[in-house]
């Protein structure tokens, strides 16, 4: 009984972030794509422009054909096999940025959020050292940064034909560090 309990409120869980992307989405605009739609099994476009801080400064978050084009990349390449890797949900918290929400956000100019090939995801089934480390052994990607590790989530950004795998760790200043993941590991010790 306790073991259906939990599924239940994971399932739940899950329902009301869904619930809560499609709120965090302007209801009467044409984002360029049906948001309720999958791309892939596990992951719906919505999940991609939805923005608490967006809505917040009235950004209407919208991408162009080649950053929904670079957003369906990133799933179909990182986000969905990581998620049949390790047979759990993965939350994404940020996904496409526009300039003017990036820059409300913090971002980098440079971001790869900006281009629509990077997201920050987390999961609160396992530890995050492990998610990171399934990711780093894809096959192909081009970034990877633990934001505000051993809590926070884990950057993962991918763009056609860049394939350099680059390690970084961002500390609570702000300060990225290019590091190994065996110093990462370190930190769970």
């Known amino acids: 009984m306790v073991k259906f309990r939990v599924w239940n409120w994971l399932f739940r869980a899950r329902e009301l972030k869904k619930e809560n ?3 965090n989405v302007y209801p009467d605009v044409d984002y360029g794509r049906d948001l309720t ?3 892939t099994p596990n992951f719906k476009y919505g999940e991609f422009v939805a923005s608490e801080k967006a809505m917040e400064y009235g950004i209407k978050n919208i991408p162009n054909e080649q950053e929904w084009q670079n957003i369906e990349f990133v799933v179909k390449t990182i986000l969905q ?3 049949d890797k390790l047979g759990i949900p993965l939350t994404v918290n940020s996904g496409f940025r526009n300039n003017e929400l ?3 956000a913090g971002g980098s100019p440079a971001s790869f959020h900006r281009l629509g090939c990077a997201v920050d995801v987390d999961t609160h089934e396992i530890p995050l050292v492990k998610l990171l480390e399934a990711a780093h052994e894809l096959p192909e990607w081009s ?3 633990a934001e505000y590790f051993p809590g926070g989530w884990v950057h993962i950004a991918h ?3 860049d394939n350099r795998k680059m ?3 961002k500390d609570n200043k702000h300060n ?3 590091v190994t993941l065996e110093y990462i590991k370190n930190i769970y010790k």
Do not use: Q, S, T, V
Request: charged letters at 40%; glycine letters at 4%.
């Open 143 to 145: 970034e990877i940064i």
């Open 159 to 161: 763009k056609k034909g």
């Open 102 to 104: 990036n820059i409300k």
């Open 176 to 178: 990225f560090a290019k």
């Open 37 to 39: 739609k999958n791309i």
């Open 81 to 83: 096999p990581l998620r």
């Open 167 to 169: 390690l970084k760790l």
């Open 21 to 23: 992307d499609m709120k």
